[in-house]
């Protein structure tokens, strides 16, 4: 059974940092490719940062460049999102994903088969 688990959200004040963390289980997660998305109250699913499993090559979401760093950690099954100089606008349910996209398509939800339960990042000014 695949479980994807994520922890490390909560609030924080516009311009501080937080780090996700998403535990996979029931998967190879050496060979997978990782996603972070994230959706605010009344908006869609919007990507955030992909990482694949060859060379670790990553994908961000251009308005995000510079502040969003995705990393793995192969040993611990685990994927990570460092968010810093956070705004207003960065509050949102965080999920993770697991999937085997391409990079051209590792923006898209439909191309990840697995999605854990979401961790909520509030930011206040």
């Known amino acids: 059974q695949v479980q994807l688990v994520e922890s490390g959200g909560g609030l924080v004040q516009a311009g501080g940092s937080l780090t996700l963390s998403c535990t996979v289980s029931?998967?190879?997660?050496?060979?997978?490719?990782m996603g972070w998305f994230r959706q605010a109250p009344g908006k869609e699913r919007e990507f955030v940062a992909a990482?694949?499993?060859?060379?670790?090559?990553?994908s961000y979401a251009d308005s995000l460049k510079g502040r969003f760093t995705i990393s793995r950690d192969n040993a611990k099954n685990v994927v990570y999102l460092q968010m810093s100089s956070l705004k207003p606008e960065d509050t949102a349910v965080y999920y993770c994903?697991?999937?085997?996209?391409?990079?051209?398509?590792?923006?898209?939800?439909?191309?990840?088969?697995?999605w854990g339960q979401g961790t909520q990042v509030t930011v206040s000014s």
């Open positions: 994903a697991v999937g085997s996209p391409t990079y051209s398509s590792s923006h898209l939800p439909r191309k990840y088969d697995y």
């Open positions: 029931g998967r190879t997660f050496a060979t997978d490719t």
């Open positions: 990482i694949f499993s060859i060379g670790g090559r990553t």
